[in-house]
């Protein structure tokens, strides 16, 4: 199992790259992870059009967890 040292040594490391990056490629990079969840947001909004609130609020939400994780890896 990788220690925590380790695991910062390459965020640092990853920090150090974006930081070097044009604006519009750093927005590249957090914008693209999050294209494929476009998608489950439709169906979410599809779901509350065909009044399945439940399922609808629950993909939602789902989609916005995973969007939280993307952006927050």
């Known amino acids: 199992m990788p220690s925590l ?3 910062l040594a390459k ?3 990853l920090a150090d790259r974006l930081a070097h ?3 519009a ?3 590249v990079v957090f914008v693209v992870p ?3 969840l476009y ?3 439709l169906l ?3 779901l509350f059009a065909k009044q399945h609130f439940i399922a609808g609020l629950v993909m939602f939400a789902f989609a916005q967890f995973v969007g939280l994780g993307l952006v927050a890896f």
């Open 5 to 7: 040292g380790s695991h």
């Open 11 to 13: 965020a640092r490391l």
């Open 21 to 23: 990056l044009s604006p």
């Open 44 to 46: 979410a909004l599809w």
């Open 25 to 27: 490629m750093a927005l």
């Open 39 to 41: 998608p489950v947001k």
């Open 34 to 36: 999050l294209i494929p």
